[in-house]
């Protein structure tokens, strides 16, 4: 089973960049697919970007792309979540997501999260 870890994040002026990892331990890295999702505003999760076993193949929400980036490095079992161009409706709690056999947007498809991070782009 895998455990997940998020790091980076805090408070990013609007405009700016800030790059988000996640540490996975426990399980062997590559047999995931690896996502972000986040929570504003007491809202569902919802998602942001997907990224295949591999790291060949990528998917974002529409509010992100072009501006996020979702890359993989199988050799330090990490994710990590470029943001650029940062916005204040960005502001909310970031979850790193694993799955052995899913990959996709949906929340349901996903069977392993991590504790999750705030990040804030104040207006």
């Known amino acids: 089973q895998v455990q997940l870890v998020e790091s980076g994040g805090g408070s990013v002026q609007a405009g700016g960049s800030v790059r988000l990892s996640c540490a996975a331990s426990g399980g062997t890295f590559s047999s995931y697919a690896l996502a972000w999702f986040r929570q504003t505003h007491g809202e569902k999760r919802e998602f942001v970007a997907a990224i295949a076993w591999t790291g060949a193949t990528t998917m974002y929400g529409t509010s992100v792309m072009g501006r996020f980036t979702i890359s993989r490095d199988n050799a330090e079992n990490t994710v990590y979540l470029q943001m650029n161009s940062l916005k204040p409706e960005d502001t909310g709690i970031y979850y790193c997501?694993?799955?052995?056999?899913?990959?996709?947007?949906?929340?349901?498809?996903?069977?392993?999260w991590g504790q999750g991070l705030q990040v804030t782009v104040p207006s």
């Open positions: 997501a694993a799955d052995r056999t899913y990959y996709g947007e949906l929340r349901s498809g996903y069977d392993y």
